[in-house]
């Protein structure tokens, strides 16, 4: 068998070639063709968000503008008078609103036989809106007035109870001041 090519032009097959080369020049075109369209679709889209974010600008700077002149016409005398006079409604509200014979039935309740109330105080405290009592009671034996706080803690209607200023009278009687927190939490 004869392995050499006597003909003056040998023969290729390069039909396998072309098909490869075709199929990759249709490939690279489509691509071609996608990035094309996805570049002027990203670019209208910048387009139309740069316009937004435009006039989102000049609603943001009116919008500005108009808070700016409200607070410069805001009177803060007449909010610092109005306030005043609000907090004073309140006030009246609350004082409206707290009940003598509630206060003293919780009292009557949990006071133990040998305690008696002298004096009751009440005020607003400005912070949490809510009574500070002040209770001055006589009591026979120092443990009645330890029951009584107890009894009070225990309908849950008084909070931060504290026997403060309690002291032993010439008779023989102790003495206290009570100070609590009337009123469920706001």
């Not at 700016?68 to 005043?84: F, M, N, P």
């Not at 003598?100 to 105080?121: K, M, Q, S």
Request: hydrophobic residues 40%.
């Amino acid at each position: 068998m004869i392995r050499t090519n006597l003909s003056t032009r040998p023969f290729y097959n390069d039909r396998a070639v072309r098909t490869w080369i075709a199929m990759l020049t249709v490939i690279v075109v489509a691509a071609t063709v996608f990035n094309i369209s996805r570049v002027l679709h990203y670019s209208q889209n910048e387009t139309q968000l740069a316009l937004q974010a435009s006039h989102d600008e000049q609603d943001a700077a009116s919008l500005r503008a108009a808070a700016a002149k409200e607070r410069a016409s805001v009177d803060i005398k007449q909010i610092t008078a109005e306030s005043a006079r609000a907090r004073e409604a309140n006030d009246l509200i609350d004082r409206r609103t707290f009940s003598w014979t509630e206060l003293f039935n919780r009292f009557e309740a949990t006071l133990p036989a040998d305690v008696r109330i002298t004096t009751v105080r009440p005020r607003l405290d400005e912070k949490d809106r809510r009574i500070q009592l002040s209770v001055s009671v006589v009591a026979r034996q120092y443990e009645d007035i330890d029951k009584f706080v107890e009894n009070l803690e225990g309908t849950g209607a008084f909070q931060r109870l504290l026997a403060a200023e309690t002291r032993a009278s010439e008779n023989g009687d102790w003495e206290s001041t009570i100070t609590m927190k009337y009123g469920a939490k706001p």
